[in-house]
């Protein structure tokens, strides 16, 4: 019992000042209400029960630290949070001293501020209970640099959450240098069915509103996991400030929760995670049965939003969410509603999110921009987007993989010269695609618009999904791709589950495309060009049949490429490719079905180079139309017949692959090198012998032979015959 005493020194006493350590051991501590206990010393502070733990819960109130002290100890480290016989511990008197603070107990209630001032190696906090931690509202703990540790739930023995009241906050930055602030641990969540003051949800760790973590170019980790049956919340942010170099959030929801509202992580209204270095946000729900919204992630802005997560350098940012199950709908890997999320020193940004729902609404990631809660995904520089979402395989509907909407609001996703990778798939039951991008108008709210990259956009973009599907109220211009990078849409899987159509119906591209690709060497569903288009670099495209229902063109050296094995479509009226590179027909499997004559019927190609067949094909080549440029001339067939001049100007290659005939009378020259893969035959008759012009490269036989024939007219005695080439 301690009540109205100095301990240590005592102005104008004997001892004016002290170094002793001032240890206060007994069954329990008690102090007197309205009494004041002054502590002077620069020694440590110890209080701590005769045995293994207090024999009643002790309230600690009235003392007055001078501030010199070296360190605060209450409560045993060995016993008292073991989870055994521990009792609760309140400290109800603010502490400032010049050392480490350490609170052990059970349930721990930090009714006043902790202050050291110790520095980075002596100055940390270290708060352990066997069950709960509680920092008033209001409170701080404060450090010079010193770590600050919570860790409830002790050796995993009774459960408890971590609650900081409102406007409550952790400071561990100072003059002395930043130190590192972790709520709970990887191998010790805090885990608990805690709620707070004014909070109607419960879970591990509970930072209530307001609250402020800052760890300067210190270490911020939070984990947390909820046990309760309903509205349970690995971690729950509201309106909090977090600053840190690498910042950390794993939650994990309870799978006690049948009534639905189990989120991993749950960061909201104007929450601001801002990290130096990574910042890194898991979260997964384990609500079941029939329940609903059990989410991975969810990040839901205030009216006005601010930036939710940032980095402003160069490591990366990495959102992963895994949703519970139930029948109910909802369950969401990561769930965004005017989420803004940042990188303004080049990382890159990942979000991966998959659902386990067993109802509608299994959706790996959904973002959506609403009302005035725009959404915002961006990367400076040469940082990378990718977001990854998998729709529930036991979903019923609208499961899925990667959902963007921009409910009367813009929802955009941009970087500079970094890429854009948005990859879909989708779960199982109706109305489910691997990517969905959506508009939807209101009256008297603003025009929606959902936009990936914009006017600085270099970079590229890919949508990778089976079923892409755009939708806009009011037309393409709603949905916009703008980079003057490349743009590529291609199955996640082999192929596409349904036959493409370009342009896609309800989204704009930008002129400046700097390429275009659609599909990928094993799909098998059908490509169709409708509009005439235009693109600044090449077109690419995969499919079972390729359908030119219009013009195609390229600028800036692009060639047109299309990687199919059978005949070209669409050309019952005649279409023209316009390529500033090569003209490429290229078998998507092994051949093609069938023989193929160059120029294809109802087909101008105007190209700078031409490529028809690939290695493995086994049907015959005939070209029967000059062919000049600078792109080079590749041929694989079995036998290619070459009845036109073929010339490669500058330093373009020549490859015939498979026995080859040039006609008598027709040349052959290659600017750059020249390679032949099988036998090579010059023909000759009465108009002309065929000839092999200028070589600018080297020559290279794979295979073959080469013949050079000679006609020699009737009634003539003798003939001098040379070869057609000069030197060796």
């Given at each position: 019992f301690v009540s109205g005493v100095n301990l240590g020194s005592l102005a104008g006493s004997p001892v004016t000042s002290s170094t002793a350590p001032i240890n206060l051991i007994g069954k329990n501590t008690t102090t007197q209400a309205g009494s004041t206990t002054t502590i002077a010393t620069s020694g440590a502070v110890t209080m701590q029960p005769s045995g293994d733990d207090f024999t009643a819960a002790p309230t600690l109130t009235g003392f007055s630290f001078s501030g010199n002290e070296t360190g605060l100890t209450i409560g045993k480290s060995a016993s008292s949070a073991d989870g055994t016989s521990d009792v609760d511990v309140t400290l109800s008197t603010a502490a400032s001293v010049n050392g480490p603070i350490s609170v052990y107990g059970r349930n721990i209630t930090l009714n006043?501020?902790?202050?050291?001032?110790?520095?980075?190696?002596?100055?940390?906090?270290?708060?352990?209970?066997?069950?709960?931690?509680?920092?008033?509202?209001?409170?701080?703990?404060?450090?010079?640099?010193?770590?600050?540790?919570?860790?409830?739930?002790n050796g995993l023995s009774s459960g408890g959450g971590i609650v900081l009241g409102v406007s409550a906050g952790i400071i561990s930055t100072g003059s002395a240098g930043s130190g590192n602030i972790t709520?709970?641990?990887?191998?010790?969540?805090?885990?608990?069915?805690?709620?707070?003051?004014?909070?109607?949800?419960?879970?591990?760790?509970?930072?209530?509103?307001?609250?402020?973590?800052?760890?300067?170019?210190?270490?911020?980790?939070?984990?947390?996991?909820?046990?309760?049956?309903a509205?349970?919340?690995?971690?729950?942010?509201?309106?909090?400030?977090?600053?840190?170099s690498d910042i950390t959030l794993i939650g994990e929801g309870s799978a006690a929760n049948t009534s639905g509202g189990d989120t991993g992580v749950?960061?909201?209204?104007a929450s601001s995670?801002?990290?130096?270095?990574?910042?890194?946000?898991?979260?997964?729900?384990?609500?079941?049965?029939?329940?609903?919204?059990?989410?991975?992630i969810t990040m839901f802005a205030a009216a006005t939003p601010v930036t939710m997560l940032k980095t402003t350098g160069i490591d990366a940012m990495t959102i992963t969410g895994v949703s519970g199950g139930g029948s109910n709908g909802n369950?969401?890997?990561?769930?965004?509603?005017?989420?803004?999320?940042?990188?303004?020193?080049?990382?890159?940004?990942?979000?991966n999110g998959s659902s386990n729902s067993t109802g509608q609404g299994g959706v790996g990631v959904y973002l959506i921009a609403e009302n005035t809660r725009t959404a915002m995904i961006s990367a400076s520089g040469a940082g990378v987007i990718s977001i990854?979402?998998?729709?529930?395989?036991?979903?019923?509907?609208?499961?899925?993989?990667?959902?963007?909407?921009?409910?009367?609001?813009?929802?955009?996703?941009?970087?500079?010269?970094?890429?854009?990778?948005?990859?879909g798939t989708k779960g199982s039951g109706t109305n489910a695609y691997g990517i969905i991008v959506a508009t939807q108008v209101a009256t008297g709210f603003p025009t929606p618009l959902t936009l990936f990259g914009g006017a600085s956009q270099t970079g590229a973009i890919s949508f990778n999904a089976d079923e892409v599907y755009f939708l806009s109220a009011n037309g393409a211009a709603n949905n916009q791709i703008n980079t003057s990078g490349t743009v590529t849409f291609a199955p996640v899987s082999a192929s596409f589950s349904a036959a493409q159509t370009f342009p896609y119906s309800d989204v704009a591209i930008d002129s400046r495309l700097g390429g275009l690709t659609i599909g990928k060497a094993g799909n098998t569903a059908n490509i169709t060009f409708v509009s005439a288009t235009t693109i600044a670099g090449p077109i690419t495209a995969y499919g079972g049949t390729i359908t030119l229902d219009a013009n195609l063109s390229t600028t800036n050296n692009g060639d047109i490429s299309l990687y199919t094995d059978n005949a070209l479509g669409g050309l019952t009226t005649v279409?023209?490719?316009?390529?500033?590179?090569?003209?490429?027909?290229?078998?998507?499997?092994?051949?093609?079905?069938?023989?193929?004559?160059?120029?294809?019927a109802n087909l101008t190609a105007i190209s700078t180079g031409l490529t028809i067949g690939k290695t493995t094909n086994d049907k015959n080549i005939t070209i029967n139309a000059d062919v000049t440029g600078g792109a080079g001339i590749e041929l694989y067939g079995a036998d290619v017949n070459i009845n036109a001049n073929l010339v490669t100007n500058a330093s373009g290659p020549m490859y015939l692959k498979g026995n080859t005939t040039i006609a008598a009378g027709k040349n052959i020259t290659s600017g750059g090198n020249f390679t032949h893969n099988g036998n090579l035959t010059f023909k000759s008759d009465v108009n002309g012998t065929a000839t092999f012009g200028i070589l600018g490269g080297t020559f290279t036989k794979q295979s073959g032979i080469a013949t050079v024939e000679r006609y020699i007219p009737a009634k003539r005695g003798w003939r001098l015959l040379t070869a057609p080439v000069k030197g060796n």
């Open positions: 006043q501020n902790l202050n050291t001032t110790g520095g980075e190696l002596d100055g940390d906090v270290a708060i352990t209970g066997s069950g709960s931690i509680t920092l008033a509202g209001s409170r701080t703990i404060t450090t010079n640099g010193g770590d600050v540790t919570l860790i409830s739930n709520l709970g641990s990887s191998s010790n969540y805090a885990i608990g069915n805690i709620q707070a003051i004014g909070v109607s949800a419960y879970g591990g760790v509970m930072l209530t509103n307001t609250n402020t973590l800052s760890a300067g170019t210190g270490l911020v980790r939070l984990y947390g996991k909820a046990t309760g049956a509205s349970s919340f690995g971690i729950y942010a509201n309106n909090v400030t977090i600053t840190g749950y960061i909201f209204n995670l801002t990290a130096s270095g990574a910042l890194t946000v898991t979260g997964t729900s384990l609500g079941t049965n029939g329940s609903s919204a059990n989410r991975g369950n969401v890997g990561i769930y965004g509603v005017g989420a803004h999320i940042q990188a303004t020193g080049g990382g890159d940004i990942s979000m990854t979402g998998t729709g529930s395989l036991t979903g019923t509907n609208n499961a899925n993989g990667v959902w963007i909407r921009g409910n009367y609001s813009t929802a955009s996703v941009t970087t500079e010269s970094g890429s854009i990778n948005i990859t279409r023209t490719l316009t390529a500033a590179g090569a003209f490429k027909y290229i078998p998507r499997g092994t051949t093609f079905t069938a023989n193929v004559t160059y120029p294809i």
